[in-house]
């Protein structure tokens, strides 16, 4: 089968390409996804079996000074990939996220719920959802909080600050962390079902930042009481994040627990660059 990966250079591409050695691996330097107007033509020329984009503009703050790429990269290049598809006939995936909600009810989020962005990146991702929603043949996967060892991500950067002493992080905002192995593996299992429409993949239990921060540093070694709680306004970001934007599916088996797979890449040693940080950490000194 003739998979074609967008974005395969990123923390969910990347999992996907150990999972699907084989698959076209399509990275920026292959296709600039703001260069819309060449999306549709190349796909059409490649002829793929399935699509599946990991290919975002994932740039949460940037967004509200440039909502117009983030819309171009996260919604209109979306649309192109569902128009291709469907002259193809062929399966696509594209993923979304917990922000597309406004985390304002203290109940989970379904795939009926309805969404209400409270940021750009959130709206460009509705955007995207419709979008690729338009052709039947598409499944947009909603999921949460990624970590990985290939990729600066939450978990990370947490680690990075822990080993210079005690870090802040953020208690007053919920979610499900979620591996990008994870995701990808059910992806692809979802994909073998023929599953289309939206789909949420995000692990249990719910947590906040400060306790996913806590079970990182225990399991690292670096001690739990290395974490201090407090609260989002003590440290505000441009962009509005949503309070309790918990994801959970009415459409499949539940995921294992997150921190088995937190424990197994912790174990195995292998981390990766996080200079870029975090906006839920901040040292005591930032």
């Given amino acids: 089968m003739k998979t074609l990966i967008f974005g395969a250079s990123g923390q969910v591409g990347t999992a996907f390409g150990r999972l699907l050695p084989e698959a076209i691996a399509w990275t920026r330097a292959d296709l600039d996804l703001r260069e819309t107007g060449r999306i549709r033509p190349l796909i059409e020329d490649l002829a793929p079996d399935r699509i599946i984009n990991c290919a975002a503009y994932t740039a949460v703050d940037a967004a509200e000074d440039d909502e117009e790429t983030a819309r ?19 399966p696509l995936v594209t993923f979304s996220t917990d922000y597309v909600f406004d985390g304002e009810s203290d109940e989970f989020y379904t795939e009926t719920s309805e969404p209400n962005p409270l940021n750009a990146y959130g709206r460009s991702k509705v955007v995207a959802e ?90 690292a070694g670096l001690g739990a009481e290395s974490v201090v709680p407090c609260a989002s306004a003590e440290f505000p970001r441009p962009a509005i994040r949503p309070r309790r934007a918990v994801l959970v599916t009415e ?3 539940d995921l294992a627990d997150w921190h088995l797979d937190l424990g197994e890449w912790l174990r195995s040693g292998e981390h990766c660059d996080s200079s870029d940080g975090h906006p839920a950490v901040q040292s005591p000194s930032d």
């Fill in 130 to 219: 419709d979008l690729a929603l338009a052709y039947p043949g598409s499944l947009v996967i909603r999921t949460s909080w990624l970590f990985s060892a290939t990729h600066p991500n939450f978990v990370a950067a947490i680690l990075a600050r822990a080993v210079q002493g005690l870090v802040r992080v953020v208690d007053d905002q919920w979610g499900r962390p979620t591996s990008a192995t994870t995701l990808a593996a059910a992806t692809l299992a979802a994909l073998d079902d023929e599953t289309v429409g939206l789909l949420h993949i995000a692990s249990p239990p719910t947590t906040t930042w400060f306790g996913l921060a806590r079970e990182a540093c225990r399991l």
């Fill in 251 to 253: 459409r499949g088996a």
């Fill in 72 to 90: 171009l990269v996260n919604g209109t290049a979306v649309g192109e990939m569902a128009d291709a598809a469907a002259g193809l006939g062929i």
